[in-house]
């Protein structure tokens, strides 16, 4: 009985040394925390400042712009303004959002939710509203291509066809499903948001005394302080630091040595600007657009502005025009009915840019001066409505360039003097 009494003395004794080798609980968070992947969602993405900035730039420069529903008069398109989704396009296409707040919401969850669903409501025949159906309201049969609505929050429930549903997206697989943007970009967005943890982490760290507690003695003995010791006393210096005390006193023959950010947190920091970049190739946005200004100058900035209609805006809008068409007017109707955004919008805010392009238009004959005046809401100007062609161009053998006119203008002269003598 004795020894069995020993053996378990033995077992509690390992057990009390194995529990007080154990780590003590720092107060102050410690830096270095790895990547980690986590469940991203619209918020979490949109907490990401780049991400943030991209969505928002391109949902608002889709919703600046004017989307027509054109009628073929003769050999053009003219918008037909005694339609009645011309007022749904141009003022509210429902009755809780106006066309602007319409359309940046479309777009973001085309980009961040990969498909926007908007139902055409019609009464007696006529349609009457475009509902954007709500985040998560939608399920859409691939095998069926049906769609089953239950919005509450707008009033539509039912089951639809396809040719009954707008359906709106940037990305897909399939043909049939989009995929939002955020969902091939989560290992970047992820270490994105790692490092915005990290960051700050670091500046927590950095905002607090950060130290090295040591004892100057190597030998232990009378008046030495132990290692549990040691550890009780950088528990209370950690903890009077960070309850805002400037100065601690130390006992005994205890050294504090206190650590600044390192020449590695510094070129952490550096780092993040790779990630901006980044996300923005995932988005199609040049840097310059989210204000990272790193490697700017005046023509990068010109051509970029350049790429970002060209190809990223103007595949945006083509989707959409080619819905809306395919959608809302009738096969016998096609080539005599489209729905056009109007792009001279993009131009608006830049008055350079807009006057350098109203000039060409009037040179080349596109547009005459009472078109451009009507369109700036100003009154028209007698013979404004005829149209000038520029005339600085000339075939090179004729007269203006090689002078046979001059020529054949002295010759008459000459003549002429010569009759009156």
Known sequence: MAKWWDITRLWRREE????ATKTPTRTTPRTGAG???????ESTALSIATVYRCVQLLSDSVAGLHLQYMKLKGSRYQEDTNAPIHYLLSVQPQPELSIFDFWS???????????????PRRVMGELTDLV??????????????????TDGYNGVYGTFDESEIIHLYLHSSDGRTGESVISHARRTIGIASAGDNETANRFTNGGNVRGIISNDKSTIGFGEYQDKELEKTAENVDS????????????????????????????FLESR??????????????????????????????????????????????????????KLIAPSLCCKRIFKFDRKGIYSLD??????????TIESGIYTINDWRRIENQPEVEGGDTVLVSTNLAP????KLTGGATTTNKTNKTNNSNDED
Do not use: W
């Open 105 to 119: 919401m479309a777009v973001k969850l085309m980009l961040l939710e990969g498909n926007a669903y908007i139902y």
């Open 351 to 360: 008055l350079e840019a807009m006057a350098n392009y109203q000039k060409k």
């Open 16 to 19: 009390t040394e194995r529990t």
């Open 273 to 326: 600007k790779f990630t901006v970049r980044e996300i923005c190739r995932f988005f199609g946005v040049h840097p310059s657009f989210v204000f990272d200004d790193t490697s700017n100058n005046y023509k990068s900035a010109e051509m970029a502005n350049v790429a970002f209609l060209s190809m990223t805006l103007d595949p945006i809008l083509k989707r959409i025009e080619a819905e809306f068409s395919r």
């Open 35 to 41: 990547l980690q992947y986590f469940y991203l969602t």
């Open 396 to 399: 090179l053998n004729s007269e």
């Open 132 to 149: 954007l159906c709500s985040k998560g309201s939608v399920a859409h049969s691939v095998i069926n291509n049906r769609y089953t609505i």
């Open 240 to 267: 009077r630091f960070s309850n805002g005390e400037h100065i601690v006193s130390l006992p005994g023959q205890v050294d504090f040595k206190q650590i600044s950010l390192s020449s590695t947190d510094m070129q």
